[in-house]
């Protein structure tokens, strides 16, 4: 079975002034302003993921107040309050081992706006019998320019805003409970980052795959982009 795992407790610092306010999650958006949260629950139940489970700290009475138990939306939802003390990704999952159990979980950051095939790409993990598969995604836009100099500094070269010609960590997975043999490693009172701490060691193991979908929208939410057309068109997709 499989289990949704959406971390949703950040404090929105690249959506400020609005997130002094509101939960980033809970931003309305669309043509129904309706939250990003509610775009991103609909899509899991669309997928047949309808047990899901929200890491919350930063404003957590908005989110619970509005999804309560998640009927409303065919859903079943679990909220784990992060415990007191640093936090991070791995540290935020290891506090919901209880509720986790032994299922398989998509591990789904709440400021992303996708269109991922979940029933595929939980079929191209299955396929692959590892113990991780990551989403990645080409034609990334630094959002700086770059430059090429020789040893006497002499600038050689120079890129407004490249697209990187690498795959990049879309900020999806899919992951087995295995994972919680390797987080219960750590001291659960300290940070621990799943990209940094986790997955490492699961590339030296070799039980980490990438799934490459060709035709994947993703977009990562923050204030300083022009995204609204990106919302509209999001909100729509997961409403038909």
Same mark, same amino acid.
């Given at each position: 079975?499989?289990?949704?795992?959406?971390?949703?407790?950040?404090?929105?610092?690249?959506? !400020?002034?609005?997130?002094? *306010?509101?939960?980033?999650?809970?931003?309305?958006?669309?043509?129904? =302003? !309706?939250?990003?949260?509610?775009?991103?629950? !609909?899509?899991?139940?669309?997928?047949?993921?309808? +047990?899901?489970?929200?890491?919350?700290?930063?404003?957590?009475? =908005?989110?619970?107040?509005?999804?309560? +138990?998640? %009927?409303?939306?065919?859903?079943?939802?679990?909220?784990?309050?992060?415990?007191?003390?640093?936090?991070?990704?791995?540290?935020?999952? &290891?506090?919901?081992?209880?509720?986790?159990? +032994?299922?398989?979980?998509?591990?789904? *950051?709440? +400021?992303?706006?996708?269109?991922? @095939?979940?029933?595929?790409?939980?079929?191209?993990? %299955?396929?692959?019998?590892?113990?991780?598969?990551? &989403?990645?995604? $080409?034609?990334? $836009?630094?959002?700086?320019?770059?430059?090429?100099?020789? %040893?006497? @500094?002499?600038?050689?070269?120079?890129?407004?805003?490249?697209?990187?010609?690498?795959?990049? @960590?879309?900020?999806?997975?899919? &992951?087995?409970?295995?994972?919680?043999?390797?987080?219960?490693?750590?001291?659960?009172? =300290?940070?621990?980052?799943?990209?940094?701490?986790?997955?490492?060691?699961?590339?030296?193991?070799? =039980?980490?795959?990438?799934?490459?979908?060709?035709?994947?929208?993703?977009?990562?939410?923050?204030? %300083?982009?022009?995204?609204?057309?990106?919302?509209?068109?999001?909100?729509?997709?997961?409403?038909?």
């Amino acid at each position: 079975m499989t289990v949704g795992v959406l971390f949703c407790g950040g404090k929105g610092t690249r959506m !400020r002034p609005l997130t002094y *306010y509101i939960q980033k999650v809970m931003m309305p958006i669309g043509l129904d =302003q !309706r939250p990003i949260m509610e775009y991103i629950v !609909r899509h899991f139940v669309r997928h047949g993921v309808t +047990d899901l489970i929200m890491l919350v700290n930063y404003k957590r009475e =908005q989110i619970e107040g509005y999804f309560e +138990d998640g %009927s409303r939306w065919g859903a079943n939802i679990t909220y784990v309050p992060d415990k007191p003390g640093p936090v991070g990704t791995g540290t935020a999952l &290891l506090n919901a081992h209880e509720a986790i159990g +032994d299922r398989r979980m998509i591990i789904f *950051y709440s +400021d992303i706006i996708t269109n991922v @095939n979940f029933t595929e790409m939980l079929s191209f993990h %299955s396929s692959h019998g590892k113990w991780s598969t990551i &989403l990645t995604t $080409k034609g990334w $836009k630094l959002r700086v320019g770059t430059a090429e100099i020789d %040893s006497s @500094n002499l600038v050689t070269s120079f890129h407004e805003k490249p697209t990187i010609p690498v795959y990049v @960590n879309a900020g999806i997975s899919i &992951l087995e409970p295995i994972i919680f043999d390797y987080l219960s490693e750590f001291d659960p009172t =300290q940070s621990i980052d799943l990209s940094r701490d986790i997955f490492p060691q699961f590339v030296k193991a070799e =039980q980490m795959v990438a799934y490459t979908p060709s035709d994947v929208y993703l977009s990562l939410i923050h204030i %300083s982009e022009p995204t609204r057309p990106l919302y509209i068109s999001y909100a729509v997709f997961c409403l038909k």
